[in-house]
């Protein structure tokens, strides 16, 4: 079959089907999302108009919030669909660079496709073209080495034959999922060659569930049965390997308490007695507390990040740890006994081998105790109070008015602590995308434009800043334009306030992050008019002072996104300093001379390294 490389590779993405959770057959690469220049618009660019009504290609706005829209929507398909974002060569490129480090850092796969110079350097140097004195093969997209799991450079058009087959493997796989770029000269996007047609035919691509090694899990199941406090901490592979109920029923036949990391968050009913809450920093004094007494934790597709483990101070110091995770590199962590495997085919044989093992009954019943005191404390916090409502308050409205189809999304600063500690799910399916790998400010509404395309079962409601507004607002156009409504509730707080309560809490000066602290040359700064700027995107827009406005302009929203096609955007004015609290320790670097450092010096004694004896 005689086609340009551009061609070639259209064709090739058409083919590719894959398998849900729940066995279906979908596309692995359901939507393009693009930005054309002169790098791409010929080559690539015409391979997808000829292919457009199998393939659709959906324009951004940024090349940076194109492709964390695509990245949402891995997040929202459980990793069984492929987004992918192709660019011009230069600062096309390069605007995909933080993308592919979200993806990277949230182990979710996304396909970039950028254009890259000439192969043949006939025209050098083109327009937007770096040039690299001493080593000419080098251009702009050698920057996204550092945030991929899989790259390459197409230099002629024969090579897509061998390299396609690594991407979908690196983008299919349960342990290596994440970004991969193919770089596209745009002369070789213009090349024909004579392609074999079994490259173009299609091929399912189902759930991978490796098995653990017996020798691995027998160690496991001893080690599990020799403890008296064991604890199960569920993470976001059990959500991609769709095991969250497996992994419940588990608990529940050896009567193991539950806590979720925040990849994990929604896999157990927030009211099931075994669960004990989210762990870590941003979670709940309830699962820290089960934590902290655990003799064992047994961590199920989890990397168990300093959020989750507070810096490695929430364990006790003689814990024992078993990891399940599909990944080695994370498996091995901190001296885990480790078993490599998928959750679900793992958890299923871990429960075999504990015959009539049991937890004891009285520890079992002490997570749903320190729960409840967990939860009376957020019922405080989201109890209703005349005047600026606290973001506590304003997640406590979207929980209490979202159904068990729902799902919700933030990214970065102070609403991640507030969603994850505070959100009581339904269970079943996972509702939330907490992106708290990479904390990627914009994440919030550019994700949430591809997690509205992909979910579409209920509302989708993401929750940012008045920050991250102003980062990364574009791609509330793109939703409007295209029309994928979903709900953004920007919390306007005049400024970075997590940031200052970090600064401030330490003991610095407060500088550079409330407007209020920021150098202007103004005696009275001009404030953003967030409602104007998101109707002139074309948005719906509600607007809220107090908490009893807010509920009645979110139920607004939720109507106006269920019976409309594009976004609508609640702003509402919300206390700067007022948070949820799990009382867990976060090391970062502390000067000597602040007055912070000496509870850095009390706490660091605390923080463990975990290695078998």
Known sequence: MKLT????????LVAQRSETLDGREVPLFPAVFGIFGHGNVLGLGTALYERRAEIPVWRGQTEEGMALAAVGYAKATHRRQVGVATSSIGPGALNMVTAAGVAHANRLPLLLLPGDTFIGRAPDPVLQQVEHFGDPTVTVNDAFRAVSRYFDRI????????????????????????????????????????????LFAPVVHRVARPRPDQQA???????????????????GGVRYSGAGRTTVEFAEHVGIPIAETTAGRTLVPHDHPLYAGPLGITGSASANAMAAEADLVLA??????????????????????????????????????????DAEATVRELAGQLGQWRADSAWTARAAVLRSTWDSHIDKLRAPTPGTPSYAQVVGVVNELSGPSDYVMTASGGLPGELV????????????????GFSCMGYELAGAWGAAMAHRDGVVTTLLGDGSYLMLNSELFSAAFAGHPFVAVVCDNDGYAVIARLQEG???????????????????????????????????????????????AYRRARAAAAGT??????VVRTQPSAWTEAGAWWE??????????????????????????
């Open 5 to 12: 490389t551009a061609q070639a590779l259209v064709a090739w």
């Open 155 to 198: 230099t002629r058009p024969e090579q897509l034959i061998s390299t396609l087959s690594q991407a979908v493997r690196v983008l299919t796989d349960t342990a290596e999922a994440g970004p991969v770029v193919l770089a596209l000269p745009q002369d070789v996007q213009a090349e024909t060659y004579d392609f074999p047609d079994a």
């Open 217 to 235: 899990l027998t160690e496991a199941a001893a080690t599990l049965c020799a403890a008296r406090r064991p604890l199960l901490v569920l993470g």
């Open 300 to 341: 199920v597709g989890t990397r168990l990040q300093d959020f989750t483990t507070a810096s490695w101070t929430v364990f006790a110091p003689d814990v024992r740890l078993v990891t399940v995770n599909a990944a080695r590199f994370d498996a091995v962590k901190h001296g885990a006994i480790a078993v490599v495997g």
């Open 421 to 436: 500690g505070g959100w009581r799910a339904s269970g079943g399916a996972p509702t939330m995308d907490v992106e708290y």
């Open 506 to 552: 330490q003991g610095g000066a407060a500088f550079n992050n409330f407007y209020a602290d920021c150098r202007t040359n103004h005696q009275q700064p001009p404030r953003v008019d967030f409602a104007a700027h998101a109707a002139a995107l074309g948005c719906a827009v509600f607007t809220a002072s107090d908490l009893h406005e807010f509920r009645a």
């Open 565 to 570: 096609s594009g976004p609508a955007v609640v």
């Open 588 to 613: 970062v670097g502390v000067p000597e001379y602040l007055s912070g450092r000496a509870a850095y010096d009390e706490s660091k004694p605390n923080q463990v390294r975990y290695l078998r004896p």
